[in-house]
């Protein structure tokens, strides 16, 4: 059994999540443990591209959510689930070019029904929406 791109997503969102929360969170260890071994010992390719793209581009991404906040808010402020789930999307959208940035801002709408709430939706739908209109020009 393989794991699908948006299940593959999910297992980013909560390792970027626990390793936001804990600097020691191994990897390896983590995927093993969220996944109970059912997919095997290896991390699949396209978790590793997630997690170590938000990573190393962090900067660049935050700059680009921060453009679209309202005046007043910083990044720091923004939910950290809410804040990580734009960071995997923008990520996708502005570095995976095999992949219809709508199908990007979808997955991210899918992961805040998920991990956090219909507010959240929002924001992060009005967020991604600045961003895409950014990268189409």
């Not at 390896?28 to 010992?41: A, H, I, M, P, S």
């Not at 801002?105 to 709430?117: H, M, Q, R, V």
């Amino acid at each position: 059994m393989e794991l699908n791109r948006h299940q593959i997503r999910e297992l980013a969102f909560q390792t970027l999540f626990a390793m936001n929360t804990n600097k020691q969170t191994d990897r390896q260890d983590f995927f093993n443990v969220l996944t109970r071994g059912k997919y095997g010992e290896q991390e699949p390719e396209y978790l590793n591209q997630l997690i170590d793209g938000v990573t190393n581009n962090k900067s660049v991404i935050d700059s680009m959510i921060s453009k679209y906040l309202v005046s007043g808010w910083s990044i720091e402020r923004i939910a950290k689930t809410d804040l990580i789930i734009l960071e995997i999307a923008i990520y996708e959208m502005k570095f995976v070019d095999d992949l219809p940035l709508k199908v990007s801002i979808n997955e991210a709408l899918e992961l805040t029904k998920k991990f956090s709430d219909d507010k959240s939706r929002k924001f992060v739908n009005g967020i991604l929406s600045h961003v895409l209109e950014e990268l189409v020009k």
